[in-house]
């Protein structure tokens, strides 16, 4: 009978976005009965509970076909973390730069010597350092929202978490000719691909950017349709990056970072994304939970734990010693460090392409930093909580109405 569905049935994309974020309210519902556990870490529980390493309700292959879906979430998500670079502010904050480049050089050199020492090789050890300097930006946008957050240590560790972002990148392609070398791979790829992928991203996103400023200044009193535009071009530029084999992390980013660098006046730089915008937060980490690789982080968990214990402590350190030297208060240095220790999107988005272009070296890259990014995303959002708490950003109201206690600020609050 043809009007009947030919069996094994196939599980549609739009069901799967549909079931991700099903699941992912009861997450954060439940997250939301217990009071020191974010949402986020909720999120990932169900997700985990239901993927392939829970009650496999469905398996990775159901992931790689909704794979699409969470593209186009952390793009949009890399674009809102890129508005927070106004290239020229920042290029007079002599200050946030010096931070930021010294934590980055800090958890890159301690991440590398840590894992050789361990008996990591070198260049894989090298790779899976310059992915330990970015940062998750869609644990610190969505927590800091939750709590209400507004204030200087936010607006900051929001600058460093983009300024690690692109340093992470930045490093990943000088690395790159290594990558080509060992594969023995000619000279034209080892030169062209890593400037193909950086100046082609930047190109792209700086074209994206310049176009989607300009048409927003054109329709700008018909503020309605803002956010469809950003939508709009966030995803162009996703499907174009794609297209052309560029960074699906890198040119978001940069077509962020240009649109609030070119406002003269606030357009899109300081658009409310709305409640809208929490459903890719859901899927995203709902996704990363049930996408998580059980028998690899445990084959790793060694490796994985001294990435995570070099790297934590590098980037403390860095920010709240160089911080300090450069006259930030005492409350931004010790918090501010803390908010860049959740590790995902641009970790993960690294490592696949690592795996897919070298395979050898993928391997390690890829399970070392998978089982690392699985501890520092369950762990980093109370440990961002608790930061934008005790740095004074959090928001009284809302943190009551999350139903999330209140830890005694740490004694430097006040400072």
Known sequence: MEFLPTFPLQVTTLFFFGFLLFCGALGGYLAHRVPWIPSITGFMLVGLLAGPNGLNLFGFETLERAKIVIDIALALILYRLGLSIDLRAVLKDKALLVVSFVESGLTFA?????????????????????????????????????????????????????????????????????LYFENNAPLSTMVGGPAYQLL????????????????????????????????????????????????????PLVLGTVVSSLERED????????????????????????NLHLKEMLAFAPAALVFVGARSIAKWVGVAATGAIVGWSRTTNLNAGLVLLPMAGMAIGLANTTTAQFPYSGSVVASVVFAAVAIFETLGPPVVARALYWSGDANDHKRTSDNVTDPQPAPDAQT
């Open 267 to 290: 357009l899109l730089a300081d658009m409310e994304f709305g409640p809208a915008f929490e459903l890719f937060f859901v899927a995203l980490f709902v996704y990363a939970g049930a």
């Open 200 to 251: 082609g991203s930047t190109l792209l996103g700086g074209l994206m950017g310049y176009a989607l400023h300009r048409v927003a200044s054109i329709t700008k009193d018909a503020s309605q349709y803002s956010l469809v535009l950003v939508v709009g071009a966030v995803s162009m530029t996703l499907g174009l990056a794609i297209t052309f084999e560029l960074s699906v992390l890198f040119a």
């Open 110 to 178: 301690a991440v590398y010597f840590a894992l050789t020492w361990f008996g990591v090789p070198k260049l894989p050890g090298a790779v899976i350092a310059a992915i330990a300097i970015s940062s998750s930006p869609a644990v610190l946008i969505h927590v800091a929202h939750e709590l209400g957050a507004e204030g200087i240590t936010t607006d900051r560790s929001e600058a460093l978490v983009a300024l690690n972002n692109v340093f992470a990148f930045l490093v990943f392609a000088a690395l790159l000719p290594l």
